[in-house]
């Protein structure tokens, strides 16, 4: 992993947590399922654009449609979905959990159907880094709170969607530039999900501009913008590696609620926070004589 992919790494971690400030100003205002749809609508939107102002941003979509599709549905619609579905009853922290067995499930199916092993210290890493996620939200986690199966089923099916996305743009997308794989899997799935959007949105209620903000940038930068990073690394990295993300993400977001929203900074994010650096730092295989130069 070079120095160009750390920092791509955790800028990319730092977009996707402000995901969940967006969700919490623009989801009260346009419904969950509305919200998602509508991101993923803006996200297709803002790859259109790319499309249209460089034909090279095109090249290879129309020939690896059936790939797209798949990706464009088991990494954006399908899970944007059963988040929102989910969240309505579970709390953030067990969301958080959940959301970090992506990277597990995404070595899983490296290593079961594309021969693509996992050395025992990133194994031990991703361990590490669920085991800090755990402690890092722990007060919601054993708050008593969305303990209901189902909604975290939902949330898991979502992991599994991220994971296999992720491998499948590994393994049958290589040849497509990082736009390329974001463009066609987001104009599809913004497809899929205009019909919701359309069904879902809450006609008749003033929605105040501060909501239209955050499903605007959640769907441009947190999801078009971002996947483009995402591909490049997986294209760079590897699945399991690229999807450790969601170990860090719960750190950016905790900040950020400390920060923009004055939400309360714990000493059990703070050691969580250590304990999920380490992990990463062992699953990603990192070596910083390596970074050093």
Same mark, same amino acid.
């Given at each position: ?16 947590? @402000? ?15 509305? *919200? ?23 090249? %290879?979509?129309?020939? &690896? ?47 079961? *159907? ?9 194994? @031990?890493?991703?361990?590490? %880094? ?67 959007? !359309? ?9 105040? @501009? ?5 499903? !605007?940038? !959640? ?11 995402? &591909? ?5 990295? %590897? ?5 450790? !993300? ?38 990603? &295989?990192?070596?910083?004589?390596? @970074?050093?130069?």
């Amino acid at each position: 992993m070079t120095r160009r992919d750390l920092i791509i790494f955790f800028t990319l971690s730092f977009m996707w947590s @402000l995901s969940f400030i967006f969700y919490r100003v623009g989801v009260p205002e346009f419904g969950s399922l509305a *919200f998602a749809s509508l991101r993923v609508v803006f996200a297709g939107l803002t790859m259109l654009i790319f499309v249209l102002l460089n034909s090279k941003n095109r090249q %290879g979509i129309r020939e &690896n449609y059936k790939a797209l599709t798949i990706v464009g549905l088991f990494s954006a619609a399908i899970p944007f979905v059963l988040f929102s579905f989910s969240a309505q009853s579970v709390n953030a922290g067990v969301l958080a959990v959940l959301n970090a067995s992506v990277p597990m499930m995404s070595g899983f199916i490296a290593s079961t *159907f594309f021969n693509d092993k996992l050395s025992k210290k990133q194994i @031990l890493g991703l361990i590490i %880094g669920v085991v800090g996620v755990i402690i890092l939200m722990s007060e919601h986690l054993f708050s008593g709170q969305g303990s209901d199966l189902l909604p975290m089923g939902y949330a898991l099916l979502a992991c599994v969607g991220y994971a296999t996305g992720a491998n499948i743009t590994r393994n049958y997308l290589g040849d497509l530039s990082p736009i390329a794989i974001t463009a066609g899997s987001l104009i599809i799935a913004s497809l899929v999900m205009l019909p919701i959007a !359309i069904y879902e949105f809450p006609y008749g209620k003033s929605i105040n @501009l501060k909501a239209w903000l955050s499903v !605007i940038c !959640i769907g441009v930068f947190s999801t078009a913008i971002a996947l483009i990073f995402m &591909n490049q690394l997986i294209k760079s990295i %590897g699945a399991m590696r690229a999807t450790s !993300i969601t170990l860090v993400i719960p750190i950016f977001a905790i900040v950020f609620g400390y920060v923009l929203l004055g939400e309360a900074l714990d000493t059990g994010a703070i050691i969580g926070s250590g304990v999920i650096l380490v992990g990463t730092y062992l699953s990603l &295989n990192l070596s910083l004589k390596k @970074l050093a130069h």
